[in-house]
Nanobody, 127 residues
């Protein structure tokens, strides 16, 4: 699976953006996927994840209630709707997925086991 994130840009605080992650290759519809982000000078952090069928979602506390993850398996695409953006949301956002169903897991606020990663898309939120 190859992943490509898009949709980043510059937005004012309080604004919205929708990120997309387009997947190519086999198996997209069978694996969990997620969004992660890395701000300048900081470690990469978990943002959100979604099960293979979209039935279960996971969110970091920092974005809960503001961001929504979703997917359309028939379009091989995952989304991250980001509302009420804050300057601290500024980061490069990466999409990722498991290599096989069940290889990942959710534990203590982080989704482990994402093995395929796309190039990121930059989100800049101005104050």
């Amino acid at each position: 699976v190859q992943l490509q994130a898009s949709g980043g840009g510059l937005v004012q605080a309080g604004g919205s953006l929708r990120l997309s992650c387009a997947a190519s290759g086999k198996g997209f519809g069978d694996v969990a996927m997620g969004w992660f982000r890395q701000a300048p000078g900081k470690e990469r952090e978990f943002v959100a994840a979604i099960s293979w069928d979209g039935g279960t979602t996971y969110y970091a506390d920092s974005i809960k209630g503001r961001f929504t993850i979703s997917r359309e398996n028939d379009r091989n695409t995952m989304y991250l709707q980001m509302n009420s953006l804050k300057p601290e949301d500024t980061a490069v956002y990466y999409c990722a997925c498991e290599s096989q169903s069940g290889r990942g897991s959710w534990s203590q606020g982080y989704y482990y086991g994402m093995e395929y990663w796309g190039k990121g898309t930059l989100v800049t939120v101005s104050s």
